[in-house]
Structure formats: structure tokens, C-alpha cells
């Protein structure tokens, strides 16, 4: 089967003594942690071809993510859930139309058929009644739910996360990483999931099936979970 996300030497900071290669195989999920100046920050973008990498490739479902013009490649993001650092929610929408958003945008189902899909991603976070917040009156938490739902709202085969857990409690983190699995199948998570930070609660860490710190270097150095 091929792995959803391979990252092919790519050099992430000019520090780096060797480039950067991952692979993130299905039924996966792969945490990589490091500082600001080790370029962790920069593995997400370089998924959704938000920028380039300097050198090397990156292959999304076998795909060169670098290959594809503008249109395909917004196209191609539908296959890919993202959450990014700081949830990058829209303040003048609640929670629940920002969790809307990509499916209005992305797809022709119709008003019922979208607010159907929104309220079963609100029950699956736990959203309650702050979905009707917005982002500015709910707390990081909610936001954080919130971000997730409308991450998932394509239901993607892959699931690349910014620092998905800052600013919730351990116990948080551990049912948004339940959420973001999709539920188990005997290989594993239904999803494969990247995610990238600083640090991540220990409770995450036990349900990662692979866990690296990025040195300043480049280096890719497995660490015990």
C-alpha cells in the first residue's frame, strides 16, 4: 500500500546538515517535535503546497504535491485535513458556519445536506452549544474542537496537525486524538495523521505509533513512547 505522505530530502532549516525524509504510512499517526529553529513549522505547508521546499519533494497519496498547478492543487487539499498552529478560525463567523466553511465552498451538497454533516462533526467534538459562538467569545478549547471538526469536514484519508493541543487539558487532547483517528480498523487509526509542535501531552504520546524530535541539524531522532 503506498504511504499517504513521504517527505523526500528536504532540507528545513540552513542549519541542517542532512535533509529531512518521513514517511507517514496509513493507519499511522507519526508525531515530529522540535523548536522554532529546528523547521518543524514548515512540514505542514510544504503538505498542502502552501510553499515549496527548497530542495527535495513531497508526495501526497503518491502524488508530487510540487507538480500540480494552482487549481489542481487546491483541488488535491480536499484529500487532506489540516489544522493549522493557532486554528486559523474566521472571527466574523461562528464556530459552527467556520466548521461549515470548507464543505459550503468545497462541494455541491445542499444547505440541508451541509448542516446535517456540521451537526454530527459538532456532537463527534463536543462542541455543545459554543458552536454558536464566536471565536473571540469561546475559549482556546472550544476553538480547538472547532479547528478540528472543520479539519475533518471532508472526512480526508490524511490529517496533518499544527500544534493541535496548546492550550487544552490532557484529557482534551487525548479525545480530539481519538476524534482525529476516525475510529479503528485492524491495521490501526482509519487516518493517518502528522503531527507537528513543540511538545505534546504524555497521554498523546503513548498513541502515536512513531515519535521524532528534529534536531537543529535535521536529524530525525526516534524517541521511546
Known amino acids: ?13 540552513l542549519r541542517a546538515a542532512t535533509p529531512c525524509s518521513l ?10 517535535l522540535g523548536d522554532d529553529a529546528s523547521g518543524v513549522d514548515r512540514l505542514g505547508g510544504y503538505v498542502l503546497g502552501l ?18 498547478s494552482d487549481p489542481e492543487r487546491l483541488a488535491f487539499r480536499r484529500r487532506v485535513g ?8 474566521l472571527q466574523n463567523l461562528t464556530l459552527r458556519d467556520n466548521i461549515a466553511l470548507p464543505l459550503r465552498f468545497g ?33 482556546e478549547e472550544e476553538r480547538r474542537r472547532a479547528a478540528l471538526a472543520r479539519a475533518i469536514a471532508f472526512d480526508p484519508g490524511l490529517l496533518v496537525l499544527e500544534q493541535p493541543f496548546d492550550g487544552v487539558t490532557a484529557r482534551a487532547a487525548a479525545e480530539l486524538l ?16 502528522l503531527i507537528t509542535g513543540h511538545e505534546l501531552p504524555a497521554v498523546v504520546q503513548r ?13 530525525l531522532e526516534l524517541e521511546t513512547v
Not at 23 to 32: K, L
Not at 51 to 68: H, K, M, Y
Not at 82 to 89: F, I
Not at 120 to 137: E, H, I
Open 1 to 13: 500500500m503506498t504511504a499517504p505522505l513521504v517527505f523526500e530530502d528536504i532540507p528545513l532549516n
Open 23 to 32: 514517511t507517514v504510512p496509513a493507519h499511522h499517526t507519526i508525531a515530529v
Open 51 to 68: 510553499e515549496a521546499p527548497p530542495a527535495g519533494r513531497v508526495l501526497v497519496f503518491d502524488t508530487d504535491i510540487g507538480s500540480l
Open 82 to 89: 489540516y489544522l493549522p498552529a493557532g486554528d486559523g478560525l
Open 107 to 139: 462541494t455541491a451538497a445542499s444547505s440541508r445536506e451541509i448542516d446535517g454533516r456540521v451537526n454530527v462533526m459538532v456532537v463527534a467534538v463536543r462542541l455543545g452549544s459554543a458552536a454558536d459562538r464566536r471565536p473571540a467569545t469561546a475559549n
Open 178 to 193: 481519538e476524534v482525529a483517528r476516525g475510529g479503528e480498523t485492524a491495521e490501526g487509526a482509519r487516518r493517518a495523521i
Open 207 to 219: 498513541r502515536c505509533d512513531r515519535l521524532y524530535r528534529l534536531t537543529r541539524a535535521g536529524a
